[in-house]
């Protein structure tokens, strides 16, 4: 299964359980979370946990990066780092 179509289905089951709005919904869509992981843990992406990204550091997991989204309420334009 390719990355994007695993994204696509991580963020079905988000959608499913965050009630997430539409915008957010599309960010996590538009995001290739698997390129700011080692290539090492590539494979995991797309799963709903916080995975190491080096340093003794971690993205985290894509539920909470979605609530997050949420409670920042961004408008059209913002920039987010």
């Keep these: 299964m390719s990355h994007q179509q695993k994204r696509r289905e991580l963020v079905t089951q988000l959608e499913q359980r ?3 709005s539409e915008e957010t919904s599309d960010a996590l869509r538009a995001v290739p979370r698997h390129k700011f992981v080692p290539a090492q843990h590539r494979s995991g992406a797309y799963n709903d946990r916080p995975l ?6 971690t993205i985290s997991a ?3 990066v979605a609530i997050m989204t949420e409670l920042l309420g961004l408008s059209a334009g913002d920039t987010v780092l």
């Design 52 to 57: 190491p990204i080096g340093d003794g550091q």
């Design 62 to 64: 894509p539920h909470m």
């Design 18 to 20: 965050e009630s997430l």
